[in-house]
T-cell receptor, first 110, second 115 residues
Framework: KQEVTQIPAALSVPEGENLVLNCSFT??????LQWFRQDPGKGLTSLLL?????REQTSGRLNASLDKSSGRSTLYIAASQPGDSATYLC?????????FGTGTRLKVLA | NAGVTQTPKFQVLKTGQSMTLQCAQD?????MSWYRQDPGMGLRLIHY???????DQGEVPNGYNVSRSTTEDFPLRLLSAAPSQTSVYFC??????????????FGAGSRLTVL
């Protein structure tokens, strides 16, 4: 059974800092790994999707990497801004089953 | 293009009442699913469907029923609501091509309280 863990559970950083969010998973037989953002009281917005054959994906200030062999993914946020404050969730995709981590709650202080 | 639409956004039920949470998508996605999100538990899969007429159980299916009569709609039914079903429910869909490039698209959520 796939288990997805995100550390830390919460993170507070000053504006402008570069930061890394971690995601680990127990079953490397995945189709892809997605990173989502969730604002309070809102739904989830897909940020990046890394297919199992890929090592990383980039979108603007975001870079996500995937190491299937070690069961790890990281989300790198460059030059953080207060607008980046949200909960970030990673999700692995297996055979029609998407398994989520419990998320990292990020607060960027102005 | 509305994406994934969930109704209602908020609902309060009494124990034992029944209700249906509606989910509709207009992206011709084959895959649709329901999750519940509880504090400290993350999102847990309730039921999913890979096409019209095909449904299967997820991690926490007890107390919930689903059906998929059309590609567009995937309602979630609570037959006899219990306080343990108080949660935020999310519907999500993806274009299941089986090649790994399936971005999961979410609705805005339905907040259910069972008294």
């Amino acid at each position: 059974k796939q288990e997805v863990t995100q550390i830390p559970a919460a993170l507070s950083v000053p504006e402008g800092e570069n930061l890394v969010l971690n995601c680990s998973f127990t079953d490397s037989a995945i189709y892809n790994l997605q990173w989502f953002r969730q604002d309070p009281g809102k739904g989830l917005t897909s940020l990046l999707l890394i297919q199992s054959s890929q090592r990383e994906q980039t979108s603007g200030r975001l870079n996500a990497s995937l190491d299937k062999s070690s069961g790890r993914s990281t989300l790198y946020i460059a030059a953080s801004q207060p607008g980046d404050s949200a909960t970030y969730l990673c999700c692995t995709s297996g055979t029609y089953k998407y398994i989520f981590g419990t998320g990292t709650r990020l607060k960027v202080l102005a | 293009n509305a994406g994934v639409t969930q109704t209602p956004k908020f609902q309060v039920l009494k124990t034992g009442q029944s209700m249906t949470l509606q989910c509709a998508q207009d992206m011709n996605h084959e895959y649709m699913s329901w999750y519940r999100q509880d504090p400290g538990m993350g999102l847990r899969l309730i039921h999913y469907s890979v096409g019209a007429g095909i449904t299967d159980q997820g991690e926490v299916p007890n107390g919930y029923n689903v059906s998929r009569s059309t590609t567009e709609d995937f309602p979630l039914r609570l037959l006899s609501a219990a306080p343990s079903q108080t949660s935020v429910y999310f519907c999500a869909s993806s274009y299941s091509k089986g090649d790994g490039a399936n971005v999961l698209t979410f609705g805005a959520g339905s907040r259910l309280t069972v008294l």
